[in-house]
């Protein structure tokens, strides 16, 4: 079975950091991208990093370029998060998907979804 894991979210001051990780388990993790998204109520789903099974294609949506940053440790079959610099309007809920196809910003090309976790960037 598929699972994807998410932790890591809670409240931050505006300025400050957060890691968020993603534990994956039921598939062949290194022949997998792995992408995160967030999510504010009543809008649509946002891509935000993206990392490939190899680890060596990597993309950032405009928003959050130079502050976020993804990577992934195979021997944990873990994927990171690290935001930075965050900002109100980083407040949202985050998930980790997987694909087996190529990296991709765009929800509907990935398969499997965390449960997500909630970043609250406060003011």
């Known amino acids: 079975e598929v699972q994807l894991v998410e932790s890591g979210g809670g409240l931050v001051q505006a300025g400050g950091s957060l890691r968020l990780s993603c534990a994956a388990s039921?598939?062949?993790?290194?022949?997998?991208?792995i992408g995160w998204f967030r999510q504010v109520p009543g809008k649509a789903r946002e891509g935000v990093a993206c990392?490939?099974?190899?680890?060596?294609?990597?993309t950032y949506g405009e928003s959050v370029k130079g502050r976020f940053t993804i990577s992934k440790d195979s021997a944990k079959n873990t994927v990171y998060l690290q935001m930075n610099s965050l900002k109100p309007d980083d407040t949202a809920v985050y998930y980790c998907?997987?694909?087996?196809?190529?990296?991709?910003?765009?929800?509907?090309?990935?398969?499997?979804w965390g449960q997500g976790t909630q970043v609250t960037v406060s003011s």
């Open positions: 039921g598939f062949t993790f290194d022949g997998h991208a």
């Open positions: 990392i490939s099974s190899s680890g060596f294609r990597i």
């Open positions: 998907a997987t694909t087996a196809g190529s990296i991709s910003q765009q929800q509907r090309h990935y398969n499997y």
